[in-house]
């Protein structure tokens, strides 16, 4: 997983670097949903 640059956003955002975010957050969102099954 990467993780956001620092600093200010870049103007231009090339496509691999939209997929690789998206990926990124998937493997984010379900990583952080698993955190409240685990506790009942």
């Known amino acids: 997983m990467s993780s956001p640059p620092l600093g200010r956003p870049p ?11 998206q990926r990124d957050e998937r493997i984010r969102n379900e990583i952080e949903g698993k955190f409240g ?4």
């Open 11 to 21: 103007k231009n955002i090339t496509k691999e670097m939209k997929q690789q975010s």
């Open 37 to 40: 099954h685990d506790l009942v």
